[in-house]
């Protein structure tokens, strides 16, 4: 996948997704709404405060008598509603707006809602570079801080199984590192050995999976060439694997800020997906993670 205009144009094609927002009195996160819906992706159900949902679809310049509200003036409860949407087939997809993190994900694991995966939730990032040649995928950057192997694991299922639903047959796997020699001194590289031998044994279904690699052996093709490196995924990394959140937080941050990259991501690991856009980030990056979101409930 090339960069996001090909993602979208995907989305394009598809049936509109319903999308339930969560405290949708909020301008900034209207603005990718807006965008969706103008583009035929997406229907919203805007649940929240409705005189405060009905001001903020005013000051993006939306029609309310166009748009669903669903009148619900308690941010806690907005959340809850927003997930019970989803689960009674009302929405496909689940969107944080004016509600906290906190009671956004407490919608989402709430067992009386049956939105929750087997295993755990994580993030998945989808950057698109300048001069770059394909979309860039990260994960966990940001939501489990430090996870033990066995969570790996399931951080990495996540993402494959989402990238196969937006198109990678067989995503390319970096499992990052300082450097690609497995030493016990870091034990990072250990684990990332174990994690490739747990591929072989077909832990993550259709994906090539490598590591421990460096950040220039996973994404340069030329720097492999240097260090006379030989591997599938060398160069040519579709996912980056990050040890930690720092590390992920660190290196997403400084694609966006130093690399004038765009982001856009995802919550993965439930029965649907769900987006958690911040402040800071673009109107394209919400528009691409509602489209990443609605290609992934396609399938």
Known sequence: MTNFQVLLDAVARLPKTRVSVAGAAEPFILEGVKEAWRRGLIDPVLVGDQRGIVKAVLDVGL????MEIVHEPDLTQAAY???ALVAN????????GKVSSTDFMRGLLAREFGLRGQGILSHLAAYELPGYPRLLFMTDG??????????????????VEFLHRLGLAEPKVAILSA?????????????????????????????????????DL????????????????AGQADLLVVPTIEAGN?????????????MA????????????????????????SLAMACLGTSK
Do not use: C, W
């Open 63 to 66: 029609d309310p008598a166009r």
């Open 81 to 83: 509603t927003s997930a």
């Open 89 to 96: 087939g009302q929405a496909d997809v689940l969107m944080k």
């Open 142 to 159: 940001g939501i489990n801080i430090n996870p033990s192997l066995e969570q790996k694991v399931e951080i990495i299922r996540n993402a």
């Open 179 to 215: 450097n690609e020699v497995v030493t016990p001194k870091m034990p990072v590289t250990v684990e990332a050995e174990t994690l490739v031998g747990l591929a072989r044994e077909g832990a993550f279904g259709r994906a090539v999976v490598e590591g421990p690699l460096p950040m």
């Open 218 to 233: 996973a994404v340069s093709e030329k720097a492999a060439r240097m260090k006379n490196f030989h591997s599938k995924v």
């Open 250 to 262: 660190i290196l997403g941050k400084t694609i966006i800020y130093l690399a004038n990259g765009t």
């Open 265 to 288: 991501g995802v919550v993965v690991g439930s029965r649907v997906p769900a987006v958690m856009n911040s402040r800071a980030d673009t109107s394209m990056g919400k528009l691409v």
